[in-house]
């Protein structure tokens, strides 16, 4: 597991930042209907990330992390993986995620990611069309798919992946984001523990390696000592490099989207 369901996200709310925030229900490319949290910053901005959670799927901690981007005039939405599964309903503490988890697919996976950035995008011709710069960003699974994104073909303008794992097989088909680096498509931002026991350095080592080859725009930070989940509010002892990590995602989105 990643985060415990009573995690946060270790970022302080600017005050009085007015924003618009709902429950909504997507739908993928193979019909699937899953459950997503949608947050817009009350003056628009350019920019909008797809947060992709842990095993859990779709909870409270990014929820509250895709407040916090739209605080700071991002766009944000938060989906969950197990539409297929468990269905849209929202779940509690007690949920059993791991079934779940190891019934998703690959190209279920894309088909719900594809679906995030559709709806941040806008329906073409509609009014709420809006050229955004869009980004991925995922923790520990979502990491690791966050990642694979920039295998997708859309147009990303960057992933961000935290502690997502990097080499050999997972608890589905996803295939290793090392393995497909030659093939990434989009800027990558990878933030990592040095005490991660499930991420080895040299795996990061060699992702970082593998991107630099394929001429790849990247960014790859360990923060040394720090361990798996390290980005927590309950993690207090690693506050110092939460609140580097949350500075880098937000010099990386600001970067990449200007550069668009």
Known sequence: ?????????PIAPIAGGALDASLVELTARDGNRLAAFRTRPSVPGRTAVVILPDVRGLHPYYEELALRFAERAV??????????????????ADFEYMPHVQRTTWDGISADIEAGVAALRGEPGSDDERPLAVFTIGFCMGGRMSFLAATLGLDLAGVIGLYGTL????????????????????????L????????????????????AAAGVDHRIVTYPGAPHSFFDRKADQFAAESEAAWGEIIGFIEGRASIG
């Open 75 to 92: 766009d944000a939405l938060a989906i969950d993986w197990f539409g297929r599964t468990a269905g849209v309903a929202v779940r509690d």
């Open 167 to 190: 080499a050999g097989p997972w608890r589905n088909d996803a295939p290793a984001p090392l393995d497909l680096a030659a093939s990434f498509e989009a800027p990558v931002l990878g």
């Open 192 to 211: 990592f523990g040095g005490a991660d026991e499930a991420i080895s350095a040299e795996a990061v080592a060699a992702f970082d390696a593998a991107l």
């Open 1 to 9: 597991m990643c985060f415990d369901h009573d995690s946060r996200p």
